[in-house]
Structures are given as structure tokens and as C-alpha cells.
């Protein structure tokens, strides 16, 4: 079974702080995905990965900085967390033209 | 206009009757499509690809219709562990396998 698994499910934070997000995948896959979710607006990607140390912005990544140092490792930095970043955040891996496995999400709360 | 456009919802059905879903896509060079269901405060999970001829799988069938850009997905017999949000998810023709989601259509299933 693929499997893609996010350091934490409930986060919270305070205004100004440097959070890490982290997420691990077991299957060898290039591709590595950093997402959030709010409601009525679906899932928004903030940056992807396709290599080790290559990264692409995504739709919304103003804010936010990645990091991928290892092929099974993409972490998500919030440089200076705000209270509009409380959100749920999804990590998601793939190979090339095939389906993406989302981790079980963390959910963030900055105060 | 959005790149991959579902109907919210909700869905209110009773159990047993027939549902379908359509998502519209804006981009004609997209090539792999997928149905993903997302349970409340889960990650989503892939439901099931969708191929040029349609396919099936149980009571769920997906249909491609390129020439219209749209995608459909058929539930019959709904069960009441169907309720769930579904989305429609596209690649980008652009390159590195980036996934495109609809912001998701809810089912509610009933007794």
C-alpha cells in the first residue's frame, strides 16, 4: 500500500512563528504535492515538487516556501505564520500520469 | 472560467436511487481524469480513474466525453456510506503530472 504520512494531524500556532510541515512517502514517487483545503474553495495547491531540490509554485504559494532535499521527503515552511493560513493542509505524492495519494491532512490553526 | 468546474451540491438522495455527477474541464489537451471521493475531514481518496471508452466498477460508472470536455460519474443503488464529496480531477497538459481538482459536489445519501 502507498503510503504518504504527515508529521502531525492537529497543529497549533502563533502569529509570527516559523512552522514546519512534514510529509513522507514510501513509493519511490517523482512528484510531490503541497495543497490546502478551506470550505467552498476546494483544494489549492501551493507548490509541487517533481525532483529532489526542483520545486514549482503552485496557485496560492505567496507566503509559504517548500523544501525537498530527499526524494521521499517535502516539507512545507509558513516563513512567518498568519491567521489567514488556518487551514487544512494536504500533502499528495504521484508518479508521472498516474493518480495522486494524499496524506490523512494536518489541520492548522494559527492564533 | 474555471479549470475544472463541478456543482456544489448538495445531493439530498434516498437510498437505492440513481445519481449522477458532471464536471466540465476547460483545457482540451488534458489526458488522465479521475473521480476522487473525500469523506468529512478525511483525505480525499481515489475512487476511480476515467478512460476514453468509460468504465465501471460496481455500481460506479465514469464516462469521458472529450469533445464536450466534460466527465461524468454514475452512482447506482446509493448507499448511505456513499455520502461523501466527489471530485473531479484533471491533469495539466503542462507538465510534471500537476492535478487539478474541482472544488467537489456533496452527496447526502438518506434512509
Known amino acids: 500500500d502507498v503510503k504518504v504520512t504527515q508529521s502531525s494531524r492537529y497543529l497549533v500556532k502563533r502569529t509570527g512563528e516559523k512552522v514546519f510541515l512534514e510529509c513522507v512517502q514510501d513509493?519511490?514517487?517523482?512528484?510531490m504535492f503541497w495543497y490546502r483545503q478551506d470550505p467552498g474553495l476546494g483544494l489549492r495547491l501551493i507548490y509541487f515538487?517533481?525532483?529532489?531540490?526542483?520545486?514549482e509554485k503552485g496557485d496560492i504559494p505567496e507566503g509559504y516556501s517548500v523544501s525537498r532535499e530527499k526524494k521521499e521527503r517535502f516539507s512545507l515552511i509558513l516563513e512567518s505564520a498568519s491567521t489567514n493560513q488556518t487551514s487544512m493542509y494536504l500533502c499528495?505524492?504521484?508518479?508521472?500520469?498516474?493518480?495522486?495519494?494524499f496524506g490523512q491532512g494536518t489541520r492548522l490553526t494559527v492564533v | 472560467r474555471k479549470e475544472v468546474e463541478q456543482d456544489p451540491g448538495p445531493f439530498n438522495v434516498p437510498e437505492g436511487a440513481t445519481v449522477a455527477f458532471n464536471c466540465t474541464y476547460s483545457?482540451?489537451?488534458?489526458?488522465?481524469f479521475f473521480w476522487y471521493r473525500q469523506d468529512c475531514r478525511k483525505e480525499p481518496k481515489l475512487l476511480m480513474s476515467?478512460?476514453?471508452s468509460g468504465n465501471e466498477d460496481g455500481r460506479f460508472t465514469a464516462q469521458l466525453n472529450r469533445a464536450s470536455q466534460y466527465i461524468s460519474l454514475l452512482i447506482r443503488d446509493s448507499k448511505l456510506s456513499d455520502s461523501a464529496t466527489y471530485l473531479c480531477?484533471?491533469?495539466?497538459?503542462?507538465?510534471?503530472?500537476?492535478?487539478?481538482f474541482g472544488a467537489g459536489t456533496r452527496l447526502a445519501v438518506h434512509p
Open positions: 499528495a505524492s504521484s508518479s508521472t500520469n498516474t493518480e495522486a495519494f
Open positions: 513509493m519511490d514517487h517523482e512528484n
Open positions: 515538487s517533481y525532483d529532489v531540490k526542483m520545486k
Open positions: 483545457n482540451s489537451a488534458s489526458q488522465s
Open positions: 476515467v478512460y476514453s
Open positions: 480531477v484533471v491533469n495539466d497538459p503542462g507538465g510534471y503530472n500537476k492535478l487539478i
